[in-house]
């Protein structure tokens, strides 16, 4: 094999003579001065006698009056295998082990496991990217709402739209003495909970649907509510189902959740007149949330009552 294409296979064969001529290395035992070894490794003397301390790479000589260490040709090699096992962020202590049995099997076994963990820092790191991302989008679409002259949505704003079929997850019991003032704060983090044991990534805002006549929710001590959030993909499971599919009456409410009953008000009115009559339970999907942003004026909550024609 051709090795003159390496730094470090070309920087060995330049020690052989220093400036003047003469040979880098002790004729007899063929040895490189630490500094020569820190240059031709790329690590750092302070790491070199570092190693030297803790037993991992012991110099194989010393000048007794100087004390400066000398590496043999063998334990420049040796330093190679240790910084590629320290890239991959394997601890001391093992690369100690690895270093000294000389066994290609424990090698190979070592640097498997670090290659699992990686891939799952990496499978972490991807889900965090997502769900930062996911809140930005969020984030950005609510300034846009609330910032653009000519937006298509206001806070008197009415309209009739196609809502797409989505993946979710639910949760759906009783809540006695509901208030929808409240946040339900016990159940979305429930539920944020059941999409990281599922192994999924949420991929929309939390949805809240009341199983109630329209408007009950805000005059019931007991509210059938289901909570929801849009997830990467479907699965077959008792809490996963799908949300939307259908044609619905949607209207936006900017502020605190204590007055969205009026937004419900507005729209119910508007559908009425336009001809429509309600087709199924009324949702309340949370652009920006309580668990986003604490200021409530910032709040974005977008009304959903699906509709159908009047006979």
């Known amino acids: 094999m051709d090795f003159s294409g390496f730094l470090w296979y070309d920087e060995l064969r330049k020690l052989s003579f220093d400036k003047e001529g003469r040979s880098g290395m002790t004729q ?25 301390e803790i037993g991992l790479l012991v110099p194989d000589c010393r000048k007794d009056d100087s004390n400066y260490r000398y590496y043999t040709h063998e334990q420049i090699l040796t330093l190679f295998i240790i910084r590629k096992l320290r890239l991959l962020g394997v601890p001391l202590k093992e690369i100690k082990e690895i270093v000294c049995q000389k066994d290609m099997d424990s090698m190979k076994k070592c640097i498997q496991q670090r290659l699992d963990e990686i891939s799952k820092a990496i499978e972490d790191l991807n ?27 206001s806070t008197e704003s009415i309209r009739v739209e196609e809502i797409p079929v989505s993946p979710v997850l639910f949760t759906r019991r009783i809540k006695s003495n509901y208030k929808n003032s409240d946040v339900s704060v016990d159940r979305w983090f429930e539920l944020f909970e059941m999409v990281s044991r599922q ?33 990467n993909e479907a699965i077959d499971s008792p809490v996963a189902k799908t949300f939307g599919g259908f044609t619905a009456v949607t209207a936006l409410h900017v502020g605190r959740n204590e007055d969205i009953i009026q937004t419900h008000i507005k729209a119910i009115k508007w559908l009425n007149q336009q001809g429509y009559t309600i087709s199924g339970p009324v949702s309340e999907e949370y652009i920006i949330s309580p668990v986003d942003i604490a200021n409530e004026e910032d709040h974005i909550t977008k009304v959903i009552i699906p509709i159908e024609k009047k006979e």
């Open 28 to 52: 007899q035992k063929k040895t490189y001065s630490i500094g020569k070894v820190s240059t031709l490794c790329n690590v750092s003397v302070k790491t070199l006698r570092y190693y030297d």
């Open 199 to 231: 192994k999924l990534r949420a991929t929309g805002p939390v949805i809240l649907t009341y199983h109630n006549n329209p408007l009950e929710q805000f005059y019931q001590n007991d509210c059938d509510l289901e909570i929801s959030i849009q997830v």
């Open 127 to 153: 889900d965090q990217y997502a769900e930062g991302q996911l809140l930005l989008d969020r984030l950005e679409k609510g300034h846009n709402l609330l910032e653009s002259e000519d937006a298509q949505w």
